[in-house]
Nanobody, 118 residues
Framework: QVRLVESGGGLVQPGGSLRLSCAASGFTFSSHTLSWYRQAPGKERELVATIRTADGNIEYADSVKGRFTISRDNAKKTVYLQMNSLKPEDTAVYYC???????????WGQGTRVTVSS
């Protein structure tokens, strides 16, 4: 059974940084594409960043390009999201998931809440 546990969120001032982690289990981590998503209050969940497997190809939403960095540690079965230059509009609950053909296929975890506010 796929299990995803996000952590690392918190309250940060605009311009600050956070590093999110997602510990995965229940599947062959190194063989799968992983993505970070976020859901702001009153909005739909949106894709933030994706990291693929063999070629390590990475994609970002336009709203986070140049500020966020996704990475993975296959030995630790963990995917990370380094978030710099945070803005109030980055406030959301952040989730990770396993992706197949562009579709998140794991059960959603509890996520980790990020609040950017002065």
């Amino acid at each position: 059974q796929v299990r995803l546990v996000e952590s690392g969120g918190g309250l940060v001032q605009p311009g600050g940084s956070l590093r999110l982690s997602c510990a995965a289990s229940g599947f062959t981590f190194s063989s799968h594409t992983l993505s970070w998503y976020r859901q702001a209050p009153g909005k739909e969940r949106e894709l933030v960043a994706t990291i693929r497997t063999a070629d390590g190809n990475i994609e970002y939403a336009d709203s986070v390009k140049g500020r966020f960095t996704i990475s993975r540690d296959n030995a630790k079965k963990t995917v990370y999201l380094q978030m710099n230059s945070l803005k109030p509009e980055d406030t959301a609950v952040y989730y990770c998931n396993v992706v197949l053909l562009g579709v998140p296929v794991g059960s959603w975890g509890q996520g980790t809440r990020v609040t950017v506010s002065s």
